[in-house]
């Protein structure tokens, strides 16, 4: 038998094994190149955190150095901009998600007239283009009898920011209740435990990583909103529009130490709610 022919079969074999190897991991593949592609940004927010630039732009890098990490207050205006920032999303997330948790426990559990059109109120702030929401807001609160009780400022960023933010939490513990069994709830009751004692000892606490994730997201994009904050900030400067401001004459690099610090607490805060839910999960199932 020529060697032509041993090697034949062999290449063959090697074929079809890169072959079957490809068609059962292409979708892992492709799983790990979209998530490379959308944590690229990042990474590169992250990495130029470090930079040292020479001039006023953060867009080329001129060597390592800690100092940006430092003194991460060290641009003008950047420590107040952040503060107000969280200020603004702490409060927002709190009102939004108070509000949105009973609007939803009453558009699951009750049936009532406007229902259907509540429903559809709800859910227009995540329809409507940010400019034409903020462009809106501008014109409610520039009108002069509401500029003089309101004006620009602190009160009506946090207006905006719990109004587009009800939408989300009302989504979010919507899709809880949707599946909860109220078995649970006629139990407690049948029991002895009266509305308020079956609220708070069976239905909140099955519904509280809802309620949780809720309050992260409202809080996630209370921070990150830049349209609607900026027709309705007034003279006040919130994080985005920091870094608007800052970009037109150079970014420094504190900017991204501050979105790295955000996306590291987002992404903590994400994970130790997953953990918290699963050891939940087996200690009710142990």
Not at 51 to 75: E, I, L, Q, S
Not at 192 to 204: H, P, S, Y
Not at 210 to 220: D, G
Request: proline share 5%; hydrophobic share 55%; aromatic share 12%.
């Amino acid at each position: 038998m020529s060697a032509v022919a041993v090697r034949a079969p062999q290449r063959s074999n090697a074929l079809a094994r890169a072959w079957a190897f490809l068609r059962h991991h292409v979708l892992t593949g492709y799983a790990i190149l979209a998530f490379a592609y959308l944590m690229l940004p990042i990474g590169v927010v992250i990495a130029f955190s470090f930079n040292h630039p020479r001039g006023r732009f953060n867009y080329v890098w001129d060597g390592f150095t800690w100092n940006n990490w430092r003194y991460w207050d060290g641009v003008p205006g950047l420590r107040g901009a952040l503060v107000l920032s969280i200020e603004i999303g702490v409060l927002a997330s709190l009102i939004a998600t108070a509000l949105g948790t009973l609007i939803a426990l009453a558009l699951v559990r009750y049936r009532f007239r406007g229902r259907g059109a509540t429903n559809i109120f709800i859910f227009l702030p995540l329809s409507t283009p940010e400019i034409v929401l903020g462009a809106s807001l501008l014109t409610l609160f520039g009108n002069r009898a509401v500029a003089n009780i309101l004006p620009l400022g602190f009160a009506t960023i946090l207006i905006a920011h719990v109004m587009f933010c009800i939408s989300f939490a009302v989504v979010t513990v919507k899709a809880r209740l949707i599946g909860f069994d109220r078995h649970l709830e006629e139990a407690a009751m049948d029991l002895g435990a009266n509305e308020w004692a079956t609220f708070t000892k069976v239905t909140l606490p099955l519904i509280a990583p809802a309620i949780l994730a809720s309050m992260l997201l409202c809080f996630a994009v209370s921070v990150d909103d830049f349209v609607v904050t900026y027709f309705n900030a007034g003279p006040r400067v919130t994080f985005p529009i920091f870094v608007w401001n800052s970009a037109r004459v150079g970014a420094p690099p504190q900017v991204n130490v501050i979105g790295s610090v955000i996306f590291i607490v987002a992404v903590t805060g994400m994970v130790a709610n997953i953990v918290w839910q699963i050891r939940r999960q087996r200690s009710a199932t142990a």
